[in-house]
């Protein structure tokens, strides 16, 4: 029952106690009003009874409606409670949103330096690639060029070989006629300078002097290696070259200066010692070196 019709009902019984004796009143002046007195009495009763019946309806509508109420505030703390506990669980999800927003936001940076780093590393990568690869055709076009040059090294060192046995074997040729030429010079009896001896025979302590100044092969090498005050030249004891020898350094043409040949020598090589030399001149791989007695007689 709702509450304007509990209302009406209220307002219906008051009325009726109200109207009752005025209409009694009227009726006793118009009819016969003890008739209607009793009349109305049952009337008044009926109503009462339906009052009571409307009380005790209302009553058994407000018990019901105050245990429907205290339900529905017992439903009401509850659902506040539930919706307290939902509303904890939104900002506890709202502030792990955040929190993954956030870590997402720093997750999308660090790929986007990430991307960019390895996008450096990729053209890096590729420039180290077309660097490695010109590297390697450099690598090849060297070695095709070493093979090149061993190959000419073997073929000039052949060469020289052949050149240095040709020099060596002409050297000893004509050491041979200078031999030869000394000897008819001094079967002839004539001097050093074509002359006739005017005493007949040579002495001879005269003929054992002429005899060890009897010209020998020239001896001729390289400067291979040059450290502070020695050098290492190329030719060695199987060409004559002796200790305190002294040979001349030339370049081209030039004088560059004198090497005193040490105990280093070898059959292939020896040691000597810078004694002389022009002034800012200083020996150097490639110089040609000529024994002493050679130099002197070629000038």
Partial sequence: ?????????????????????????????????????????????????????????????????????????????????????????????????????LEYAKLKTANELQNGTMAVLAKHHDEMTETNQKLRERELTLQTRNAELLDQVKRLTADKVVLTQQLNQRAQEVAVCREENEALRQGAGLTRRGEFETGGSVAPSARAVNASEAPRAPVRGLVKNVQGNLATIDVGSSSGIREGMVMVVMRGSDYVGDLVITQEVNPTEAVGEVRAGIQNQRIRPGDVVVDEVSFNARG
């Fill in 1 to 101: 029952m709702t509450t304007t019709a509990k209302i009406f009902i209220i307002l219906v019984c008051l009325f009726a106690f109200i109207f009752t004796p005025l209409a009694i009143q009227f009726a006793a002046q118009t009819n016969n009003w003890k008739q209607l007195a009793e009349s109305w009495r049952d009337q008044s009763e009926a109503d009462a009874a339906y009052a009571r019946s409307v009380q005790s309806l209302y009553t058994r509508d407000a018990v019901r409606a105050a245990a429907q109420q205290q339900q529905d505030q017992a439903r009401i703390t509850e659902l506040s409670h539930q919706i307290e506990q939902l509303n904890q669980q939104i900002a506890k999800v709202t502030s792990d949103f955040n929190t993954l927003k």
